[in-house]
């Protein structure tokens, strides 16, 4: 006879708890059921004051899967070092090792998932614009929406300790899903008025470039990404499941996100998937090489031709095709790759694009493919090592989680990582903005000013600021 699902769901805790004893630790349980409810826009809101600053949500351009997590039952974080990637793989696995599930089995993005982004640069790691998150975090939420190809999936995760009590756990399992369903109704967020928004340090960063251009034609730098702020500030408080809800309906072909840490919040809608990973098939996506929409259709298909066939753009895209095609084949044994790139067009810009498809071996993880393949020549430059020096040492901006892996994984080794790009930081009314562009040594610095103008727009549209020409 088939038990209930209530039924199971408490036999599985009863489990963990008893097992939390005889190894006298932690025991991560969890528990999914399949629902009705499609809207996770309003499951994010509902968390907003019980759970604020322990928020995320994901959506990739293909609508496939949609994340979003409230509160934070266990955060990991790793020593800002080379060694990150594994340290966050090492702790993720020991948790999934004791862990205990119940519910719907077998549907990806559900159950255990760890959730959080590394910095673009572990070197750089102190930093008082992103004190909040460190080099690196991760976070497992208390309660979860995943949306995956249609259908809705609630997960429950709890960490029993050795001394927990059953009934404790219930009622608050109870207690919090009535709480959500209670709360799952759009409020309308009031327009925020603007009271300034200034570029940070603009003369000064376009002589960088100058300099960087200088430096190229006397030495073995062939390419550097440089950055730089744009800061905002409102009237009141920015509140993100607003700038979300615009995201979602002005940038639907990119990855839309939202990572919350203490008061700030990391959002945005990036075009640039670093890595996917469904079984042993692994997919990525070489982008560099930008230029503006048209304001008509004729426009617009003639600066697609023009990105097309620019030699400058061109060479960089082939920089970052070439670099994720060598990666990949250090842990796939089979990959493919589009002989010419194609245009990616986005509501603000248009790139040069190709996907990259791979069959990985049974052993290679998520997290080595992001160690592999952090920063691209698109964030970073080439030789990367070079790169990622003079950027540490010239750019000036403290970069954060700007242009770093942002993602997930779930217990069953699935996951994908976004770039961190066409972001912002929010911080109470005010929000820094980035971009970026690759230099190379053809570089005009007025030209690299105005790429990075058009890239901040995105954002500001986002925000409700004053676009750039």
Known sequence: MAISEETEQLQ???????????????????????????????FYQAGREQYAGERFFWQDPAKEITITGLGN???????????????????????????????????????????????FDYEQSSSLLWNQFGDNLFYIPAYMLSIVKGEAYLTTNILCSPEDQEQLFIHMINEREEFLVERLENREVPTNALVEQREIRPTEWKQTVAKAVDEMKHSDLDKIVLARELRVVFQDRIVSEKVLETLMVEQPTSYIFSFEAGGDCFIGATPEQLIKKKGNEVFSVCLAGSIARGKSQEEDT???????HDSKNRMEHQYVVSMITNALQTLCEKIIVPDEP????????????????????????????VEKLHPTPAMGGLPKEKAVVRIREIEGL???????????????????????????LLQGNEASLFAGCGVLEDSLPE?????????????????GGHLHD
């Open 12 to 42: 599985g805790l009863a489990f963990a708890m008893q097992r939390a004893k005889e190894r006298n630790e932690s025991v991560l349980f969890s528990h999914v059921k399949k629902i009705e409810y499609k809207n996770p826009l309003s």
């Open 73 to 119: 039952i266990k955060k990991l974080q790793a020593t800002a070092s080379a060694n990150r990637y594994k340290q966050v793989e090492k702790c993720w696995l020991k948790l999934q090792n004791a862990a205990v599930q119940s519910g719907v089995r077998d549907v990806d993005a559900t159950g255990p998932l760890l959730f959080g982004g590394f910095s």
């Open 302 to 308: 003639r600066l697609g031709d023009e990105l097309l």
């Open 342 to 369: 194609e245009l990616m067009k986005i509501r603000h810009i248009q790139h040069l694009y190709t996907p990259v498809k791979g069959m990985c071996g049974g052993d290679a993880t998520i997290f080595d493919f």
């Open 398 to 424: 403290e970069r954060g989680l700007y242009a770093g892996p942002l993602g997930w994984v779930d217990s069953y080794g699935n996951g994908e990582f976004a770039v961190g790009i066409r972001s912002a």
């Open 447 to 463: 030209s690299e000013y105005q790429e990075t103008g058009i890239k901040f727009n995105p954002m500001l549209s986002a925000l």
